[in-house]
């Protein structure tokens, strides 16, 4: 039979009644990330994006969508071209700089001009030279369809944002166990390749299993990085987006929540600290993560702990060169 356990679940209702809880759910669904580039009375506008989507093969069609009060939309309306950069896993600061406006983004990054000026971006999976073939109304937003006029294809793997939160894309460990599960009964494996079929797995694994710790403090990945991020120190909203790594919406959805729990605060500076229940959550937190390594951990023996401990410290200290 199919795994089809059941899962907590965490929110429903109007998505018309609660839009914040609506893009939490749509964020559910993952997807790579775009940088989508035009130029326009000799100006140049970009702006990251997820809405990013193949349409049709034949003729050659994407689209993407933008808000309709966004400031580069009548750039991008107009121009009739855009280019589409995909993004790749080291380019997470990339998506952090087109994720808003600001000024010269353009003269912080290497670029080549397409046929019509767009800024296409080093170091990306692919390209889209795209001339506009038609804007549909999309509610908030316009939706566009570009035709592709020509493209590039380089080698890397993919940046990825998904429940509020960027992410690399890697083989399911499953699926790695399996394939190496007939070697092993031969006796015949890659030793480097099941070491890194099993963290990827134990990662996997035990991410799994802690999620139900935070659910039972009221925690969510985002909001937990928040509180660990806030134990540290007070800071600014751009601060906290930075260090957790968390995307410009969940960052506020995270915040929102948390406020309205009264966990954190903002003050007329524009500064955000725990409040007292903030810390309490935080520091239960801290020794649930405690208990649960400890559980996890029983039964292996001190020196076995000592010697994964190095060796995951070496592989972190490795760069890829090694």
Not at 20 to 41: N, Y
Request: include cysteine; aromatic fraction near 6%; hydrophobic fraction near 40%.
């Amino acid at each position: 039979m199919i795994d089809q356990t059941a899962t907590a679940l965490l929110e429903e209702g109007d998505p018309a009644a609660d839009a914040r809880a609506f893009r939490r759910a749509l964020g559910q669904f993952s997807t790579g990330i775009t940088v989508v580039t035009t130029r326009s009375d000799d100006r140049l506008y970009g702006m990251a994006a997820n809405s990013f989507s193949a349409v049709s093969l034949d003729p050659p069609l994407v689209l993407w969508s933008i808000r309709k009060e966004s400031r580069s939309a009548a750039a991008f309306l107009g121009s009739g071209h855009f280019g589409i950069n995909v993004l790749a896993d080291h380019q997470m600061e990339l998506s952090a700089l087109f994720g808003r406006p600001q000024p010269e983004q353009f003269d912080q990054v290497h670029w080549t001009a397409s046929a019509h000026g767009d800024p296409l971006l080093d170091g990306v999976l692919a390209h889209f030279e795209c001339v506009t073939e038609t804007v549909v109304d999309g509610g908030d937003h316009h939706i566009l369809v570009g035709r592709v006029q020509r493209f590039a294809r380089y080698e890397g793997a993919p940046l990825l944002f998904t429940q509020g939160q960027y992410s690399v894309a890697e083989g399911h460990p499953d699926l790695a166990l399996a394939a190496h599960l007939p070697a092993t009964a031969t006796g015949d494996r890659s030793e480097e390749s099941l070491f890194t079929s099993l963290l990827q797995a134990t990662d996997h694994h035990m991410s799994a299993l802690f999620q139900n710790h935070r659910n039972r403090l009221g925690v969510t990945l985002a909001t937990g990085r928040v509180l660990n991020r806030l134990s540290r120190g007070s800071c600014t909203r751009d601060v906290l987006e930075h260090d957790t790594f968390l995307g410009e919406n969940a960052v506020d959805d995270a915040l929102s929540a948390l406020v309205e729990k009264d966990q954190v605060r903002r003050n007329q500076d524009g500064i955000w600290a725990l409040t007292d229940d903030g810390r309490r959550v935080r520091s239960a937190l801290r020794r649930s993560a405690e208990r649960f390594t400890e559980q996890q951990l029983r039964g292996i023996s001190h020196e076995d702990l000592a010697t994964t401990e190095r060796v995951l410290a070496t592989l972190l200290g490795r760069g890829d060169s090694g």
